[in-house]
């Protein structure tokens, strides 16, 4: 397997997929694809298509899973990777940026020099725009209802209860 891209589209129409084709591959490629009808007229923009589908694979007797084995692969590979590292909690505000890291780890994952891995990370983070809390988080909505900060200092009241009863403590002093 080779490298991979990845983007979260807003629907699986002609519209959004040729978006993505045209933004993240080369004129002159040839693509091979699931028999979607989205993917109808991207010879038009100059790619090469090569459409498979799974329904004629099976009317021809062959296995349709050997078509796109290593699509799948990945996308397995991604789905684990999510409900794994995060827990399956995603949201989908960051799943730009979720995929933007499971890309980088993926394309990169036999690298021959760790090194150069460390060094690109680096490289990423100086010639980057530095990043905002305010560009990270999903939505600037503040609470409903403001959060009141303790009126006194101790403990909570769940927590409040008579000191206990130890004589020996209350003799200080009186040891003879």
Not at 64 to 86: C, E, F, I, N, Y
Not at 143 to 170: C, D, E, F, I, K
Request: charged share 25%; net charge positive.
């Amino acid at each position: 397997m080779g490298r991979c891209r990845m983007a979260p589209l807003v629907d699986a129409s002609a519209v959004s997929l040729h978006r993505f084709v045209t933004d993240h591959v080369e004129p002159g490629a040839t693509l091979i694809t699931d028999g979607w009808m989205g993917y109808h007229g991207l010879a038009k923009l100059g790619y090469f298509h090569d459409p498979r589908s799974q329904r004629a694979a099976r009317a021809h007797g062959d296995d349709p899973t050997k078509l796109l084995r290593r699509v799948h692969r990945v996308a397995s590979l991604t789905k684990r990777w999510l409900l794994g590292t995060h827990q399956g909690s995603v949201h989908e505000a960051h799943m730009a940026g979720y995929l933007n890291e499971f890309v980088f780890r993926f394309n990169r994952r036999s690298s021959r020099s760790r090194g150069m891995l460390f060094y690109r990370v680096l490289e990423l983070a100086v010639a980057h725009a530095p990043v905002r809390y305010d560009h990270l988080i999903a939505s600037r909505r503040p609470r409903a209802v403001p959060s009141t900060p303790p009126r006194s200092r101790g403990r909570p009241p769940s927590l409040q209860r008579p000191p206990a009863n130890r004589p020996w403590r209350a003799i200080r002093g009186s040891a003879g």
